[in-house]
């Protein structure tokens, strides 16, 4: 599945994907099924990245997002709609109240490397891990470090049900962050949520789907027809559209009655899911999290080379930029002051 959304259009989409499937036609019932029961109560609704969407809370304070793997944490949602302004300067102060209210929302990962914990996984489910990590390190710019006394990390632990599923939490959540998975869990699921932990969403809810695929709305299961907005503020990590995203949905996520919900603009299925990134998660992940190659000199100003932030120009994740006085970096909902120039 394929990584995607968060907070506006940015030159990378962020990777859609998730994990859906409960048909009985063209194979898709041996897919796995990361739906969440649907039903009518507890649900709340509030705004996440501008749009609204409904949640419940769980008792473990998370909101889980009706119908999806992803939970929440009460800062990446709104009671009411909030503007994202995509060309919004940075902040030099750290935490300056009342500007980007979304900045709450979605965090990258330090130096590209998830910090993590393990706990009552199987060994079976522990393989299957450790294929997932080998996928995301072998074809992009993240690494993976199990914790030692790092503040910011995702504890992977079991959920304890007997299925090939997961849910997960959005970014970086200092030590709050979590992937719960299935006692059957493989690595085509454990790669998508890891996508949900690197700050990715699902890509059939970028603004420009309709420009590539059907949303079948009449086979939709009740009370599941708000998993399919779009969203107009989402940032992009991949360039194009991508069904083969492993942020993507499937063709039959939440289908009533056997029929496809998702279809390309001639009417076909999309392609089944694989346990792979695919060629635009790769290079959305990289441009969103690119590698640092040369080791900063402490010699050195770090904004040295560095362009000033300009009004005129539209920035992607992983950007920098100097401005007051300061290096910042840019995040999928605000910039992140990072070093103070030295000439400054």
Known sequence: MKTTIIFKKFKISLLAFVLVFASCEDGESTEPVNEAPLTDQEFIEKYFLGEPVKVKKEEDGTFSLQGTDIRLFEEQLTDTKVTFNDNEPPSPELNKKGKLALAGGVRKWANNTIVYVVQGLSQSVRSELQKSIEEWESKTNIRFKERTN??????????????NCGVATLGANGSRGFIRLGTRTTALVIIHEIGHTLGYIHEQNRSDRDNHIIINYENIRDGAEDQFFKSNSATLVTRDFDTNSTMMYGSYTFSKNGKPTIT?????????????????????????????????????????????????????????????????????????????????
Request: net charge negative; glycine share 6%.
């Open 264 to 344: 390309d603009l001639d009417g076909n299925v999309l392609p089944r899911r694989r346990a792979q990134l695919s060629a635009l998660d790769i290079e959305g992940t990289n441009s969103a999290y690119p590698s640092n190659t040369t080791p900063p000199d402490p010699t050195n100003d770090p904004c040295d080379g560095i362009e000033a932030w300009s009004r005129s120009k539209r920035y992607f994740v992983g950007d920098k930029v100097t401005y007051a006085g300061y290096l910042f970096e840019r995040d999928f909902t605000r910039w992140n002051r990072i070093a103070k120039c030295r000439s400054n």
């Open 150 to 163: 790092e503040s910011t990390y995702v504890t992977i632990s079991s959920n304890g049900d007997s299925c």
